[in-house]
């Protein structure tokens, strides 16, 4: 019996691509030089696409591939997916959920923690001999006991939100409504609002056409010139103008991002303030956590292609 034909969007870890090509003939779009020409020549055999979050799937590639019945994302963001080109045509999508979560919630802590504390230009003072030369390192901020807002309190929010209850920090939520579960945190509505009660305000929020730019000019300015920013979602729900216009006239105080628009070529503003840290989209890059999200990647498909429920579905 042949194998089922699968596009594969963009390159896994090699504990992922041989198990994928047993099971799977791989048709690997991102080796090719002429991409159109690859999925014209392609397009028609192929049953499934395995993609990555960031890279998703477009309106083109899906419309290349007629026989297709399921994308399934490495990752738990599927906003670069056209889903309502995989409604029309009733192609399912599959994501990667919870495996991922506590990984995530663990950088956007260790980065609130790192820029706080000044911790990189600590290392550089230890290094550069200025410690020697100039003494004591200037002073930072504590973390411990101020005030923490999570917009969007989803499986990563809540996860993020449990980790800094244990710094002892006075913690605020916005989301659609207020959660069961969250009894002990405050919940504000407005963005906005709780951006004025935070010292620091982390992103959580699955992206969509109702959170683009949900951080924007407003919420930056009420998070005002003392307030650090932690974007640990999407790109796509940070006006990144207008936070890089406060970054760099002080409106806000600092910024830890590991999620770009246009990644990983970054606006260049980025690379010219020292108020900021960055991070190359790695939140979940753990070997612990990349070998579950390809596993469950494959499970899905699997499970597709044998006839059973997908295990993780979006659509």
Request: with cysteine; hydrophobic share 45%.
């Amino acid at each position: 019996m042949s194998k089922p034909q699968i596009l594969q969007v963009g390159p896994y870890p090699e504990w992922d691509e041989a198990p994928l090509n047993a099971v799977f003939s791989v048709h690997r779009y991102f080796e090719a030089a002429d991409k159109p020409g690859f999925l014209a020549a392609v397009g028609p055999q192929v049953r499934a696409i395995a993609t990555r979050g960031e890279l998703g799937a477009s309106r083109a590639m899906i419309e290349a591939c007629p026989a297709l019945e399921l994308i399934s994302v490495y990752g738990v963001g599927f906003d670069a997916v056209d889903l309502a080109a995989c409604r029309e045509r009733g192609i399912g999508v599959t994501n990667t959920p919870d495996v991922l979560t506590s990984d995530v919630a663990d950088l956007g802590v260790a980065m609130m923690l790192c820029l706080s504390r000044g911790m990189i230009g600590a290392e550089s003072w230890v290094k550069d001999g200025s410690w020697m030369a100039k003494g004591l390192y200037p002073l930072k901020r504590r973390v411990w006991g101020r005030r923490a807002g999570v917009l969007g309190l989803g499986r990563i929010g809540y996860e993020v939100a449990k980790r800094l209850q244990g710094f002892d920090m006075q913690i605020a939520y916005s989301d659609m409504a207020p959660k069961d579960f969250a009894a002990d945190w405050e919940f504000i509505a407005d963005p906005v609002a709780l951006a004025t009660r935070s010292d620091f305000l982390f992103v959580t929020l699955a992206a969509s056409a109702a959170t683009r730019h949900i951080v924007g000019r407003e919420v930056i300015a009420a998070l005002g010139g003392e307030g650090m920013l932690i974007n640990i979602s999407r790109a796509s729900n940070i006006d990144e103008e207008a936070l890089l216009d406060a970054l760099e006239s002080g409106a806000l105080g600092s910024a830890a991002l590991d999620v770009f628009e246009g990644e990983p070529a970054l606006n260049p503003r980025f690379l010219a303030l020292d108020n900021v840290l960055l991070q190359p989209h790695h939140a979940s890059g753990t070997i612990e956590t990349r070998k579950a999200m390809g596993q469950l990647v494959r499970d899905n498909l699997v499970a597709h292609f044998a006839g059973q429920p997908l295990l993780t579905p979006v659509l």
